[in-house]
Structure formats: structure tokens, C-alpha cells
């Protein structure tokens, strides 16, 4: 008998904003209310295809996630599941683990939560054994593989958990382990959960899933977002479907400001950029960055007037369908002239000569950096625990923050110094 059913993952319901450019009112709703709609619609999916199951790997809830009110709006979309005859399956995540609401979670029978010890549980009317382990702990080192039991004989038997595999750019090592490993397990489906975007990572002689997240939350997880429906036909082979389920679409916007000599110009490629990306979003709304590059007469003015360009930029997205910007981003030069490797006296720019100054001397000198460093270590002992990954995780992480605003600094400040093309 065929099977079918929707994995999911890291759906984080009720996230708090994690973008401090988050802050028009109108865009922080709209991502707040964003992973409850996106849920919705993986709900709704279930229903509509009369799917047989709905499995969840790992990360319902976001952290320490305290809100009841998040745990009976869970219960109500369970309810119209189970009362379809859909049983759910779930297993908790490094996020999930230290929820106060998945321990106080009341549910309707057929849900199906898996615990901190691994379990085989069979599928009443089909010849099915699903397979599950939780984190009992926001941490896991160590592979979770070897606590799985071997795949039931006569059964089409799916696996779910939620790992980093070998490691993901961006996620921390969770319960890690080789593709190698979960292949040769000797189940017919793993349903994994962690990392954000979605990957097939195997098809055969086992399908591996990675279904990436229903809907994305910051530019960090910029583009759709997804949940798989998976069809299990009687001879065992595995049919994949990726079906859309977010509400809002981070994407970055490009704008290459070379050659542009005037504002208009300017305006031009900001509407152009956003009209295109907008055409191609499959999401209901675009959340759009502005990322400026390239070489203009206008650096100096992109830097100074950047609230303007902000200003403009938004009544721009206004015009289209449901789209808004949500920050810019301004990495511009200014065309390289004669002037600047040093002319003569007629040609003398004295803020092309302390430009030369700050970016020869001054961010190059190892002094500089180690006060930038102090000041930047003195702000993170004031911040709340929850704050101190801010500027970076790690010593790495943290030179690359100071490096880039040391830069973009210097820039700011050259630029409200050179005095052309100023906004009257």
C-alpha cells in the first residue's frame, strides 16, 4: 500500500525577530506572523493531499520559548490532523530540548513525540515503522546513529533526526554523522532536520532529506521556503516533491552603481533591481536587502545620504506587489583618478590625501586594532548573555566584524567630509 506523508523541519513556531533592521512596524509583523502562516500552509497541505503523516525533525519551538499561547495554537493544528485521521510524528532538536512548552505540551492522541531514547513505532493499516530519537539536551556531540535500531524486516521503515551530518557553513555540530552511515542503516527514508536549506543528499538504495525550513526568518536565510511531500509507492521506490510554503522571501538585491553619474540613474537601478527580483520571488511578499557595489561619482553621496536612498528605495518597493526593504548596504568606491596616487598642486585633495592617510596607516596599524578590540570586548561584557554572540562567536568570527566596521567607518566619515553632490 502506498504511503505518503510531509517532512518538515526547523519550523521555530513564534520566533522572536532576530533582525535588529527589522524595525517598520508593517515588515516586523509580517515576519513575526510569517512560521505560524507558513505552519498553516504545511497543515493545510497534509489535509489536502490526504497524506498519511506529518513528520517533524526537530525544532518546533525556537530556544527557551515560554509562551502557552504557542503550545495551544500547536495543539488546535494537531487536532485538525488527527481528527482527519493523520498521525504525527515528532522529535525534538537542539531548540526543542530546552523548551519549557514542549514539557508542559498537551496533545491529542495520534501525535507521536519521540523521547531521549530511541524508538521503533509502527503505523496502524500500513506496513510502516518509523523510527525516532530526541535530543534530550540542547547539546549532542556524538552521533545519535548508534542508538537506532536495526530497520524492521517486512516494513518500509523511516528514520528521523536531526544532525548536521558532517558539519553545514552557519549550523553547529549536532548529533553529527557521515551520509555513508545513514545509508547503510538499512532504512528507506531519513528525514533530517538543523540545517535551513534544503538538500536531497541521497536517492538510492536510501533517500536522505535535509527539507531546509518552512519559512525563512532574517536575509540569512534568504530565498523560498519549503516542505517535502514524499510518496512511498508499494515496491518501495521514494517519489519527492518540493511544495512552497513561505509567506515572505528574504532575498538580497544587487545594485551595481558603475557608471551611474546622477541620482536619478540611481533610483533607476534600485527600482529595476527590485521590479526583477520581485517577478522572480515565489513567496507571497519580498523582503528585499539593497547590496550597492561597484565604482561611482556617487560613493561619497551614497554613504552620507544613505537615509534618503533608504527613504527613496522604500517608496520604490511601495509601488510593487506586496514588497519592502528592509536594510541597504553600501560597499561603493569612487572611480580611482590621477589625484589619487598624489598630483600636483593645482590638483591638491586634501580628503583624497587623508583617505590615503586612515587606509595606509592608520586601520593597518596593529595598535589601532588592539584599542578597537578592548572597546569591542568592554561592550560585550555589558551586553546580556543572550547578546554576547552579537558582533561574532568566535576570535575569527569577531577580527572579521572589527575588520569590516574599521572600513566601513572610515568610509562614513570621508564621506560626509567631501562635500559634493550633497542633498539640498
Not at 534568504?222 to 511544495?243: N, Y
Request: hydrophobic share 45%; aromatic share 4%.
Amino acid at each position: 500500500m502506498t504511503f505518503r506523508f510531509v517532512h518538515t523541519a526547523d519550523i521555530h513556531l513564534d520566533s522572536p525577530l532576530r533582525s535588529l533592521a527589522l524595525r517598520d512596524p508593517e515588515i516586523a509583523e509580517l515576519v513575526g506572523n510569517a512560521t505560524r502562516q507558513a505552519f498553516e500552509r504545511t497543515v493545510a497541505l497534509c489535509l489536502e493531499e490526504r497524506v498519511d503523516a506529518l513528520m517533524i525533525a526537530g525544532d518546533l519551538y525556537d530556544g527557551d520559548l515560554r509562551s502557552m499561547k504557542t503550545a495551544v495554537y500547536f495543539g488546535t493544528q494537531m487536532r485538525r490532523l488527527t481528527e482527519a485521521g493523520i498521525c504525527v510524528f515528532v522529535v525534538r532538536g537542539n531548540h526543542d530540548a530546552e523548551s519549557v512548552v514542549t514539557k508542559h505540551l498537551s496533545l491529542p492522541d495520534g501525535v507521536h513525540v519521540f523521547s531521549g531514547r530511541a524508538e521503533a513505532v509502527a503505523i496502524k493499516g500500513h506496513d510502516v515503522v518509523v523510527h525516532g530519537i530526541s535530543f534530550a539536551r540542547p547539546q549532542a556531540p556524538e552521533s545519535l546513529l548508534p542508538k537506532f535500531k536495526g530497520p524492521t524486516t517486512g516494513s518500509v521503515n523511516i528514520g528521523l533526526l536531526h544532525t548536521s551530518l558532517a558539519g553545514a557553513e552557519g549550523h553547529d555540530d549536532y548529533a553529527p554523522c557521515s551520509l555513508a552511515d545513514l545509508v547503510g542503516h538499512g532504512f528507506h527514508y531519513w528525514g533530517l532536520g538543523h540545517v535551513h536549506k534544503r538538500r536531497v543528499h541521497a536517492e538510492s538504495p536510501c533517500t536522505v532529506v535535509m527539507p531546509g525550513m518552512p519559512q525563512g526568518r532574517d536575509i540569512g536565510e534568504a530565498g523560498p521556503k519549503s516542505v517535502t511531500l514524499v510518496t512511498i509507492a508499494d515496491d518501495g521506490g521514494v517519489t519527492l516533491e518540493e511544495r512552497v510554503t513561505s509567506i515572505a522571501q528574504f532575498e538580497r538585491v544587487t545594485v551595481d552603481v558603475t557608471g551611474l553619474a546622477d541620482w536619478p540613474a540611481l533610483l533607476s537601478a534600485v527600482e529595476s533591481g527590485l521590479g526583477t527580483t520581485r517577478d522572480a520571488a515565489i513567496s507571497d511578499h519580498l523582503v528585499a536587502r539593497l547590496e550597492f557595489v561597484g565604482a561611482s561619482a556617487l560613493a561619497s553621496r551614497l554613504r552620507r545620504d544613505a537615509d534618503v536612498l533608504f527613504a527613496e528605495a522604500c517608496q520604490a518597493a511601495a509601488s510593487l506587489t506586496r514588497t519592502a526593504v528592509e536594510k541597504l548596504a553600501v560597499d561603493v568606491r569612487a572611480p580611482a583618478t590621477a589625484g589619487d596616487a598624489g598630483g600636483d598642486a593645482a590638483g591638491y585633495d586634501p580628503v583624497a590625501e587623508l583617505k590615503a592617510l586612515i587606509e595606509g596607516e592608520v586601520l593597518e596599524s596593529a595598535a589601532f586594532r588592539a584599542t578597537v578590540r578592548d572597546v569591542v570586548t568592554d561592550l560585550q561584557r555589558q551586553l546580556p548573555p543572550e547578546l554576547r554572540d552579537l558582533l561574532g562567536a568566535d576570535d575569527n568570527a569577531i577580527d572579521d566584524t572589527i575588520a569590516r566596521i574599521i572600513t566601513e567607518g572610515g568610509e562614513d566619515v570621508l564621506a560626509r567630509l567631501d562635500g559634493s553632490g550633497a542633498v539640498s
